[in-house]
């Protein structure tokens, strides 16, 4: 079964997401630590830790400074943020600097559950209610350089217009067909056809960059 580190400060988070765990993956095997220093120490120690749950707001964190020491120290090693950080950009800079998820903890139980088998079925998780929410502020501020030019969105067909749109809220694969009443392969083809035609090299990289486009004026066409 999964072994999983779960580095938290706060002794009543780690046994809470302890419980989720053992609730929804029977025998699965949790480590414990409330700090950097011992999670790199940890990480090290066990060759064959599946999945790393790491705090972004605990002793020797320093923001995200602490997922880029624990990604160059460990990079083989899938890393997860949980945290009560709220703030998209965050969100995306974490999966931009080698996350593979962001688990907020106001989460329901159910939403942590089904983060957790995404994430470990191989899958990018974000929180798709924080991913969906834009400041109009920060819109006006974007850097142009990061926006998509209207000649590679209009290469786009409908369908795949569809799916980024979905994948720009948050969406997996998975939520995507059955949203889109399509075969989970189907989309995986779009994303694939999407990336190519944007000339981005990930789905975050076209997250990132679908993040200002009104999707409305282009399938209005």
Do not use: W
Not at 132 to 158: F, G, M, Q, Y
Request: aromatic share 4%.
């Amino acid at each position: 079964m999964y072994k999983i580190l779960i580095a938290d400060d706060h002794p009543l988070f780690r046994e809470a997401i302890t419980n989720v765990i053992r609730t929804s993956l029977p025998g699965c095997e949790t480590l414990e630590t409330e700090n950097l220093e011992n999670a790199l120490a940890l990480t090290l120690e066990h060759d064959d830790l599946d999945l790393i749950l790491l705090d972004l707001n605990m002793p020797g964190m320093h923001g995200l400074n602490g997922l880029i020491t624990l990604r160059n120290e460990a990079p083989t090693v899938p890393v997860v943020i949980v945290s009560a950080e709220e703030d998209k950009q965050i969100v995306l800079q974490a999966i931009t600097y080698g996350a593979v998820g962001f688990i907020t903890k106001s989460s329901p139980r159910a939403q942590m559950t089904e983060a957790l088998q995404q994430i470990l079925d191989g899958n990018v998780y974000l929180p798709s209610d924080i991913i969906r929410a834009s400041k109009p502020e920060s819109r006006r501020n974007r850097n142009d350089e990061s926006r998509i030019p209207v000649e590679l969105l209009s290469s786009l067909t409908r369908r795949q217009l569809l799916v980024l749109e979905r994948m720009a809220t948050g969406e997996s694969n998975k939520q995507i067909a059955y949203n889109l009443s399509i075969a989970e392969t189907t989309v995986k083809a779009h994303v694939s056809a999407i990336l190519r035609k944007l000339g981005v090299h990930n789905r975050i990289q076209a997250v990132l960059s679908a993040g200002n486009i009104d999707f409305a004026q282009y399938l209005r066409r």
